[in-house]
Nanobody, 120 residues
Framework: QVQLVESGGSLVQTGGSLRLSCAASGNIDSINAMGWYRQAPGKQRELVAAVTSGSRRNYADSVKGRFAIFRDNANNTLYLQMNSLKPEDAAVYYC??????????????WGQGTRVTVSS
């Protein structure tokens, strides 16, 4: 089993920045891919960014150039740096992890979520 705990969600103004963190514990060695999802009220959950253990990254088109995902393997922590935030980025952000290098949605392990609010 793997436990994921997100932190860093907050209220931020349009154009501001925020960094989300996800601390992983448990059977860490089983994890390959990790990612950040988000879900806004009334909308489907979407994959925002993902990274494999080989540091291959991919991003949703809506966040390319503004968000960056990176892993600190020494500290078992996943980050999502969010810049130039827009009101449409407001959502609950979830950290997810999976043993597969190319996981099929949904990932196997999930955190409880952290809320990001963007004021206009």
């Amino acid at each position: 089993q793997v436990q994921l705990v997100e932190s860093g969600g907050s209220l931020v103004q349009t154009g501001g920045s925020l960094r989300l963190s996800c601390a992983a514990s448990g059977n860490i060695d089983s994890i390959n891919a990790m990612g950040w999802y988000r879900q806004a009220p009334g909308k489907q959950r979407e994959l925002v960014a993902a990274v494999t253990s080989g540091s291959r990254r991919n991003y949703a088109d809506s966040v390319k150039g503004r968000f960056a995902i990176f892993r600190d393997n020494a500290n078992n922590t996943l980050y999502l740096q969010m810049n130039s935030l827009k009101p449409e980025d407001a959502a609950v952000y979830y950290c997810a992890a999976d043993p597969s290098r190319v996981p099929v949605d949904p990932y196997l392990y999930w955190g409880q979520g952290t809320r990001v609010t963007v004021s206009s």
